[in-house]
């Protein structure tokens, strides 16, 4: 699928500026949406949706469908009744530089809990109304997520597969009476999820009113603490306890002598195949009722990824595997048409991973900051890019451009300056000019980039397990030249 020639920009909302510790789904979002079009940019590409895991990241949620419940705009619930004023007062540790999540998550829980609670005691006819339909629309993941998340937090989040055996087997009467044992909990988590749909559905509303568009996140693999390994068991590699036998990550490469040791539970592709995918094309449905465009994650692993024994401590000791190649994607198709798919087609790509991506006219990835350590053959370089393609200075998982270049090899800084016609001192922007005067039909910058940040303000580090996913900015770093100068480059690339 051809995409419209567009550029925007790369924000997860917990960046947002705000009062109550992080970024979320409040003013200040509709202030960003309301910047981008000054800006002329037509995108805002958000990032997994999802709740938090390990390390803070939305690549390891609880929840393939759940939405991040501390992106809820406290103010919304004061409107609503549910909260008093002076419960949205700020408290210490609150910061409005970075995201810390020891003070943020007790902070927003807290309210979110005390909101839930006088909605059950005091909620309007018409409250009632909607959330009660809001749960039937969602009733396909809703109680087995809100059971699951209730179970975690009573049995201090030890792995599901430790639980009370006829739990783990999800024995009907077992789940009744953890659901009636649990109910106040559940009904918080249910509650939670309508004011996060409720309120996304609102924001995007707001941005398509605009002329923007959402550009989410489909995470190929699942975290193996989540409530759809254990409501689909048979869907995955797990042994009869519950367990999971092998694992996912990438092989040893340049980067790292040991891989990537993911810990992902991988599926059992056979039984996805037995029901036409239909997990997967569920999955891909309800993304695309949060957001307009979806990037998928690690595409190259649908045609092979790799496989770890879950005994294993690093990716050493790994092997290829084949993934579900086209029938996946002939599945998603026939299901739900031409949907517009971004394919994270990132590290080592083999030819048949190129075939699968082109098959389904699925753009990939260019991403300038790899592409000035080898020659002009270098298909991240502009001049090699091709129309159905996303380019981007740097995603999420890079440094800053600004730190980058501090740190690149002067092979790659004399390259860069020849290829680039530049100095090299104002390095952010000259890529950004780079991605939006290339024949890619989609060009996306980093929040961070744009604002010329450094080192610090990188947003994630792959393979370090905690310090990431805490990055904020302030409007105060934002001047009027910004949206101006991107508002001029959209202008002169047709963009």
């Known amino acids: 699928m051809r995409f419209p020639r567009a550029s925007g920009v790369l924000l997860h909302p917990t960046s947002l500026p705000g009062p109550h510790g992080s970024g979320d789904l409040g003013p200040e979002a509709y202030h960003f949406v309301d910047w981008l079009v000054a800006g002329g940019q037509k995108l805002w590409q958000v990032l997994p949706l999802a709740g938090i895991g390990p390390g803070n990241s939305p690549y390891m949620s609880n929840s393939a469908f759940a939405g991040n419940v501390l992106l809820i705009d406290l103010a919304e619930l004061h409107q609503q009744g549910w909260l008093e ?164 990550g990438v092989p040893p490469d340049f980067f790292s002598a040991t891989g990537q040791r993911w810990g992902n539970p991988l599926y059992r592709w056979s039984e996805h195949a037995k029901d036409g995918y239909a997990w997967w094309v569920e999955r891909i449905r309800r993304t695309f009722e949060l957001v307009d465009i979806v990037r998928i994650d690690h595409f190259r692993g649908f045609a092979g990824y790799w496989e770890i024994p879950a005994s294993e401590p690093t990716a050493v000791k790994g092997a290829w595997k084949p993934g579900p190649g086209e029938a996946l994607f002939k599945a998603i198709s026939q299901a739900l048409g031409p949907v ?89 922007w000259t890529l950004i ?24 303000c990188r947003m994630n580090y792959p393979g370090q397990e905690s310090g990431w996913w805490g990055w904020r900015f302030q409007w105060n770093q934002v001047q009027p030249w910004h949206a101006g100068r991107l508002a001029e480059l959209g202008r002169l690339y047709g963009r």
């Open 433 to 456: 000019r780079a991605a939006m005067a290339s024949v890619a039909d989609t060009a996306v910058h980093p929040m961070q980039d744009v604002l010329a940040l450094p080192t610090e």
């Open 85 to 248: 004023a002076e419960e949205l007062a700020p408290t210490p540790g609150l910061s409005a530089e970075a995201v810390d999540y020891a003070h943020v998550h007790p902070f927003r829980m807290e309210r979110l809990h005390k909101a839930a609670l006088r909605f059950a005691a005091a909620g309007t006819a018409a409250q009632s109304e909607d959330f009660a339909a809001f749960r039937a629309a969602n009733a396909n993941w809703l109680p087995d997520f809100s059971l699951f998340m209730s179970l975690c937090e009573h049995l201090h989040w030890a792995d599901w597969c430790t639980w009370e055996p006829a739990l783990v087997k999800r024995e009907p009467a077992a789940l009744a009476a953890a659901r009636a044992q649990h109910a106040e909990r559940v009904h918080f988590w249910e509650f939670a999820q309508w004011r996060f749909f409720r309120q996304w559905a609102k924001l995007k509303a707001y941005a398509n009113g605009k002329g923007v568009q959402i550009i989410g996140d489909t995470p190929i693999f699942i975290a193996y603490l989540s409530a759809e390994v254990w409501a689909n068991q048979h869907l995955f590699e797990l042994d009869a306890q519950g367990r999971a036998t092998v694992v996912a």
């Open 340 to 428: 517009p798919i971004i394919a994270e087609d990132l590290g080592v790509i083999t030819p048949d991973v190129d075939a699968l991506r082109k098959k389904f006219s699925l753009p990939g990835m260019r991403i300038l900051q790899f592409a000035f350590g080898g020659d002009a053959t270098d298909r991240f370089l502009p001049h090699n890019h091709e129309p159905d393609t996303v380019v981007y200075t740097g995603t999420h998982d890079n440094d800053t451009v600004a730190g980058w270049w501090h740190t690149a090899t002067e092979k790659e800084r004399h390259f860069a300056r020849g290829y680039l016609n530049t100095d090299g001192h104002d390095m952010a």
